[in-house]
């Protein structure tokens, strides 16, 4: 079975200023997704980006991206230029490349940004 | 675009009761999740429908929740009877259909159920 560990639970970055959020997952697979999704206190969780582990290129949407590590099972998030908005719980998913679609999130990391 | 509705978005009750909770997803998605997240954790999946067939409900509890999706649209989630451990936020996401290629899910606000 696959997990994904984030192991900070909270974050804080100056507003404007550059975060890094990490995340490192397991699985025997070799083909696979992994996302990075934003939950608001509101609660609708929304996709931030995704990263197909046949990409050796990184993924970016905008001020987000990742750096993902095959090797090391290791996919973190860089926000640059944080604005108040990104303010929020990210979590951190992986989902197989074949078959079930599910996804499998880790325990998240609370985000504040400090204006 | 309408998103996924859930319905409805809070519910308090006492341990031993029943309660139901409703998913709307999106036009035309075929497949449908709910997950359950508890307080300081990732959500995790209860249950997928594929139109109203089940493709997983290996983490249902099915001695207290069920699941059904009937004519594949519209999916409720019920919970009988309720435990103090049920306690949680239930997650309803859609996506457009299941396969080998990329599908996105798109989550609904979710419902909050506290079990007293």
């Known amino acids: 079975a696959q997990t994904v560990t984030q192991s900070q639970p909270e974050m804080s970055v100056q507003e404007a200023e550059t975060v890094t959020l990490s995340c490192t997952y397991d699985?025997?697979?070799?083909?696979?997704?992994l996302f990075w999704y934003k939950q608001p206190p509101s609660r609708q969780m929304i996709l931030v980006i995704r990263?197909?582990?046949?990409?050796?290129q990184n993924a970016t949407e905008n001020r987000f991206s990742v750096n993902f590590q095959k090797a090391a099972k290791s996919f973190s998030l860089k926000i640059s230029d944080s604005q108040l908005g990104d303010a929020a719980m990210y979590f951190c998913?992986?989902?197989?490349?074949?078959?079930?679609?599910?996804?499998?999130f880790g325990t998240g990391t609370r985000l504040t940004i400090i204006p | 675009e309408a998103g996924v509705a859930q319905s409805p978005r809070y519910k308090i009750i006492e341990k031993r009761q029943s309660v139901a909770f409703w998913c709307n997803p999106i036009?035309?998605?075929?497949?449908l999740y709910w997950y359950q997240q508890i307080l300081g954790q990732g959500p995790k999946l209860l249950i997928q429908?594929?139109?109203?067939?089940?493709?997983?409900d290996s983490q249902l509890p099915k001695d207290r929740f069920s699941a059904e999706r009937l004519k594949g649209v519209d999916s409720t989630l019920k919970i009988q009877p309720a435990k103090l451990e049920d306690s949680a936020v239930y997650l309803c996401?859609?996506?457009?259909?299941?396969?080998?290629?990329?599908?996105?899910?798109?989550f609904g606000p979710g419902t909050r159920l506290t079990v007293l």
């Open positions: 429908f594929q139109n109203n067939g089940v493709v997983d």
């Open positions: 998913a992986y989902r197989s490349f074949f078959g079930n679609e599910k996804l499998t």
């Open positions: 699985t025997s697979e070799s083909d696979y997704y």
């Open positions: 990263q197909e582990a046949y990409k050796q």
């Open positions: 996401a859609s996506s457009s259909l299941a396969g080998h290629s990329y599908n996105e899910q798109f």
């Open positions: 036009s035309g998605h075929a497949t």
